[in-house]
Nanobody
Framework: QVRLVESGGGLVQAGGSLRLSCAAS????????RGWFRQAPGKEREFVAG????????SYADSVKGRFTISRDNAKNTVYLQMNALKPEDTAVYYC??????????????????WGQGTQVTVSS
C-alpha cells in the first residue's frame, strides 16, 4: 500500500506561486501514476493534474493548463505541483492520490486508501 502526504499549501495573493509536494512511502511508485485533485467548500472534488509513470505523460484540467505543472522526483519518491499565476478560484484543499489506470481524469480510477490528508491553498484577491 502507498501512503501519501501533501504539503506546501498556504495563503498567497492572486498572481503568486506555490509548490505543493506529495511525498510517498510504502509502495512508492507502484500503480500507474499519481494525480492532484482539489475540493472547494460546497463543491465536488475535481481533477487538477496527473502524471503517468510509463512515459511520464502529464494531463491537466483546462482551468489550470499553462499555469500549473506536475512533475516527479524519483529519488525523493515525491510528486510536485508547481502553481503559478494563482487565482482566487484556485482556493481549495488540494489532495494527491495514486492512479490505478484508465482515465486519469476520473476520481474513481484512484486508489481509495491512497488519498492524503490534503493541504489548504488560499488565494486572496
Amino acid at each position: 500500500q502507498v501512503r501519501l502526504v501533501e504539503s506546501g499549501g498556504g495563503l498567497v495573493q492572486a498572481g503568486g506561486s506555490l509548490r505543493l509536494s506529495c511525498a510517498a512511502s510504502g509502495r512508492t511508485f507502484s500503480y500507474a501514476g499519481r494525480g492532484w485533485f482539489r475540493q472547494a467548500p460546497g463543491k465536488e472534488r475535481e481533477f487538477v493534474a496527473g502524471i503517468r509513470w510509463s512515459g511520464g505523460s502529464t494531463s491537466y484540467a483546462d482551468s489550470v493548463k499553462g499555469r500549473f505543472t506536475i512533475s516527479r522526483d524519483n529519488a525523493k519518491n515525491t510528486v510536485y505541483l508547481q502553481m503559478n499565476a494563482l487565482k482566487p478560484e484556485d482556493t481549495a484543499v488540494y489532495y494527491c492520490a495514486a492512479f490505478s489506470g484508465g482515465s486519469v481524469y476520473r476520481v474513481d480510477n484512484y486508489v481509495r486508501d491512497s488519498w492524503g490528508q490534503g493541504t489548504q491553498v488560499t488565494v486572496s484577491s
